[in-house]
């Protein structure tokens, strides 16, 4: 599960699909992408006393854990540094939600593509922040006219006799179910099955999940080598999910071998001066102006 580091992330929240037709989707239709309300499926309830290992089921480590790095501000002398000194440099809106639309996808029979993704919340299903890491992922179907539906991970395992779930998200007027079937020793292995009318619509593993995610982030060399992504924050609360107006910068280590974790920065704590982020990797400044991020050496 360390490879999530293949998920490029933004961000990455559970679902509760009675009102999240009614989020509130200012930001994303800004970004392109708009909401559509999703038919509330039938949950079976867990087993009475459910196995242990039924309850501490974690398919989604696979995908890493985020961590928020603080940013320092740095004196004038070094927050100034030269064009000579950039090492990466992009700009931000051309890659602004591109995790979103990997290749791993499916057509309805109205021809409409449909792209599968994963991401995580910045918060808890209650609002908070006191909650199992795996609580905040979920799947993204998102269409050719960017529509994005949102599918919490945690309700569609099926695991032996403990565990049975699923959702169904209404495209086009089809219903497709969706559902995992958990593989316990090796996650990654786990299989993500999307039925619709005419049968099995997409059927692939969570590494090709998190692979197709990661085809999409934009190379950087620092100290490590990284996958970049960008986009919109996403949270998530009583009342449903939604998209906020900020936004979210997060590297990936990559390739993945050892590593179980990828960072996130939210681009409001990039001044145009220029920022430091010790716990993150030495010796680098960022700044962010006009949409424009370069990352230097100090």
Avoid at 169 to 193: F, H, Q, R, W
Avoid at 274 to 287: A, D, H
Wanted: one cysteine or more; hydrophobic letters at 40%; glycine letters at 12%.
């Amino acid at each position: 599960m360390k490879n999530l580091v293949k998920i490029a992330a933004a961000g990455l929240m559970s679902f509760n699909f009675v009102s999240y037709s009614s989020a509130d989707n200012g930001a994303l239709e800004a970004a392109g992408f708009s909401l559509e309300g999703i038919e509330i499926p039938e949950v079976s309830a867990p087993a009475a006393g459910v196995d242990q290992a039924a309850q501490d089921l974690d398919l989604f480590r696979y995908f890493g854990y985020g961590v928020a790095p603080e940013a320092a501000s740095l004196g004038d002398e070094k927050g100034l540094k030269g064009v000579s000194d950039v090492v990466f440099s992009i700009n931000l809106e051309t890659v602004k939600n591109a995790y979103l639309k990997p290749d791993v996808a499916f057509t309805t029979g109205k021809g409409t593509k449909v792209h599968v993704s994963g991401s995580k919340a910045s918060n808890c299903p209650n609002g908070g922040n006191s909650c199992k890491d795996k609580d905040k992922f979920f799947l993204v179907l998102t269409t050719s006219r960017n529509e994005s539906y949102f599918v919490r991970g945690t309700e569609i395992i099926n695991f032996g006799i403990f565990m049975s779930g699923s959702k169904t998200v209404t495209i086009d007027g089809e219903k497709y179910v969706v559902k995992i079937k958990a593989n316990a020793s090796t996650p990654e292995n786990s299989m993500l099955e999307i039925k619709g009318p005419r049968g099995m619509a997409l059927n692939t593993s969570l590494k090709s999940v998190g692979d197709g995610v990661a085809a999409k982030g934009v190379d950087v060399r620092l100290g490590k080598s990284y996958k970049l992504a960008y986009g919109n924050e996403i949270v998530q609360g009583p009342q449903g999910a939604r998209f906020t107006d900020k936004t979210l910068v997060l590297l990936i280590p990559f390739p993945v071998v050892d590593a179980t974790a990828y960072f996130i920065f939210k681009t409001e704590d990039i001044k145009p001066g220029g920022v430091t982020f010790p716990s993150f990797e030495r010796g680098y400044g960022f700044k962010l102006n006009g949409g424009k991020l370069d990352i230097y050496r100090l």
